[in-house]
């Protein structure tokens, strides 16, 4: 993907270097304030909640964290915040949606790609759903008699 990215500023006119480091390094150094550059990361959520995506990864919170735009929008915060406690889910929809609004205007990510999750399995196997979240659930698995 980088490389990618590369080819494409190339041709803007706009030089970029490619700089990798080991996993663990890169993820420390992924989330300094001060950092030189931008970072490729990817995110899966884990419970399906709005908030699992915008406020863990975009919130002011996350600055120097799990926020690897170091990006703070004081509107955009305020909104997830006010979702995150509400109850209704309509309501949390709506505030959800204005912040993403924020989210396009501002762009402190370029988002590239979602994922295309494939499982083999073989052809007697029925009631097997991919779970969106990533996890593997089999209470209504079986086998075709």
């Not at 270097?17 to 890169?26: D, M, P, Q, R, T």
């Not at 406020?55 to 919170?61: P, Q, R, S, W, Y």
């Not at 120097?64 to 909104?79: G, I, P, T, V, Y």
Request: charged share 25%; glycine share 8%.
């Amino acid at each position: 993907m980088a490389e990618l990215m590369q080819e494409d500023f190339a041709k803007i006119g706009v030089d970029v270097e490619i700089v990798s480091y080991e996993w663990g390094e890169y993820l420390e150094r992924s989330k300094a304030k001060d950092r030189d550059g931008a970072v490729l990361l990817g995110w899966t959520g884990d419970n399906g909640d709005p908030d699992n995506f915008l406020a863990v990864l975009l919130g002011c919170d996350g600055v120097e964290k799990s926020n690897r735009a170091q990006w703070c929008n004081e509107e955009f915060d305020a909104l997830i915040q006010k979702a995150k406690v509400l109850s209704s889910q309509a309501e949390r929809e709506e505030l959800y949606k204005q912040a993403q609004v924020i989210f396009k205007e501002q762009a402190p990510w370029a988002t590239i790609a979602h994922s295309v999750v494939y499982m083999t399995m073989r052809p007697e196997v029925e009631g097997y759903v991919v779970h969106p979240l990533g996890g593997h659930i089999f209470n209504q698995v079986g086998l075709k008699q």
